[in-house]
């Protein structure tokens, strides 16, 4: 293999680690890519249109807590769930600036991705063009918003999360407990709402 495959390789598997921590989304991603490569009819370049849709609202359901609006949002509401999850966790931050270009960046995204699924005189081009469109949303989302929202969080460091897993809720508290017999000190973090519990050492 050459030299340029092998970073090109590389390159390609550094943007799917931002899929990784989200498994659904991420086992989608990768059945959309093969039919991407194929796609040829119309129908077929709609379909992967469709399925870049849904990952997008797979992935929109999953980072999204419904503490972060006032309003009730629909599940199905992908480009909402997107927005107000970008608006919470930039709220008077540093990266402030890039959220109103992030903001039209979903709208344009899920536009042209409505497009693609449903017009009659698509390009098989256009199949290889939603999975980028897919890719250069979800990147930019979890490398611009989440990245800098784990790093702050300590709960993150020691957890992995930064909301429950379970009901999404971001009322997360944490303690510690002394372990005599063991000698060992474990840590806790537990949901508020559901009481979802995790410990380690
Ligand atoms: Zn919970």
């Not at 303690?175 to 474990?186: G, K, N, Q, T, W």
């Amino acid at each position: 293999m050459c030299q340029e495959d092998e970073l090109f390789i590389q390159f390609t598997k550094k943007q799917f680690e931002f899929f990784e921590p989200y498994p659904s989304v991420a086992r989608r991603f990768l059945h959309v890519v093969k039919r991407a490569m194929e796609a040829q009819s119309v129908e077929e370049v709609n379909e992967v249109g469709l399925n870049c849709r849904e990952i997008i609202n797979d992935y929109a359901q999953q980072i999204y807590s419904c503490e972060f609006s006032t309003d009730e949002v629909k599940s199905g509401n992908t480009k909402q769930l997107l927005k107000d999850t970008i608006d919470y966790y930039t709220a008077g931050d540093k990266v402030r600036p890039v959220v109103t270009s992030l903001n039209s960046f979903v709208d344009k995204i899920t536009r042209e991705l409505h497009s693609i699924t449903h017009s009659s005189s698509v390009y098989p081009e256009q199949a290889v063009l939603a999975v980028n469109l897919c890719i250069t949303l979800i990147t930019s989302i979890e490398s611009l918003v989440l990245i800098s929202e784990r790093k702050e969080s300590p709960i993150f460091e020691h957890f992995g999360v930064i909301k429950c897993p379970k009901c999404k809720s971001l009322k997360l508290e944490t303690y510690s407990r002394f372990d005599e017999v063991h000698d060992e000190l474990y840590y806790f973090v537990k949901c508020k709402e559901c009481s979802w519990e995790e410990w380690t050492q």
